[in-house]
């Protein structure tokens, strides 16, 4: 199946610093997603992006998939965006999920 | 986006009986459903997936008479864990997949998690 990759695995950051997760996968997917994982557990989605760039908000993120990857970018943190993100591709019929990154934002 | 809701939130259960989960999709028909299972810190593993009105495929290593799963209808699934063990305790997550409107068919949306405590 495909493999998909998250880096970094954790990531500390200062309050209104921006930052960029990256996900890479093994092979052409159809759909590709991102979420977020709030302390209780909620999955949140954030983006649906096999291809291409959106943005909503303070987040945004880009899909080249002709190169297999992924990148979540998160401008003037919040606390609030604390937790994990996950990258999630279409395999072809369920999700394969990566490791995620573990994102802790301080004040 | 499309709300999923589960019941329960938590569970505690003693070892040996047998616990039900259900998934409901509130807003949208929800051709496919997921069962996912997660340790702590750890990713989300896919257990199975259902389609509404056949039986469930599980992934490898996924004992399908121990995580019976039924989709009888296009807004409900179950997973009942049966005959649970403390190994099972763990944090269960469904999704689901369908047809609504500025819903994409393969886009899927999760539910809130159950908290599984097997004593």
């Known amino acids: 199946g495909i493999q998909v990759e998250q880096s970094p695995p954790d990531l500390i950051l200062q309050e209104g610093a921006n930052s960029t997760l990256r996900c890479n996968f093994s092979d052409s997917v159809n759909n590709l997603q991102w979420f977020h994982q709030n302390p209780w557990g909620q999955l949140i989605n954030l983006f649906y992006?096999?291809?291409g760039t959106k943005q909503n908000g303070r987040l945004s993120a880009t899909t080249v998939a002709t190169e297999r990857y992924s990148l979540l970018y998160i401008s003037s943190s919040q606390t609030t965006d604390s937790g994990v993100y996950f990258c999630?591709?279409?395999?072809?019929?369920?999700?394969?999920f990566g490791a995620g990154t573990r994102l802790t934002v301080k004040p | 986006g499309a709300v999923v809701s589960q019941h329960p939130s938590w569970v505690i259960c003693k070892s040996g009986t047998s616990v039900k989960i259900e998934c409901r999709s509130l807003?949208?028909?929800?051709?496919?459903m997921f069962w996912y299972r997660q340790f702590p810190k750890q990713s989300l593993m896919l257990m199975a997936t259902s389609n509404e009105g056949s039986k469930a495929t599980y992934e490898q290593g996924v004992e399908k008479d121990k995580f019976l799963i039924n989709h009888a209808s296009l807004t409900l699934s179950t997973l009942t864990v049966t005959s649970a063990h403390p190994e099972d305790s763990s944090f269960y997550i469904c999704?689901?997949?369908?047809?609504?409107?500025?819903?994409?068919?393969?886009?899927?949306?999760f539910g809130p998690g159950t908290r599984l405590t097997v004593l």
């Open positions: 999704s689901a997949s369908g047809q609504r409107e500025n819903v994409r068919h393969n886009e899927q949306f």
């Open positions: 992006i096999p291809s």
């Open positions: 807003d949208f028909q929800a051709t496919t």
């Open positions: 999630a591709v279409e395999d072809p019929n369920d999700m394969r």
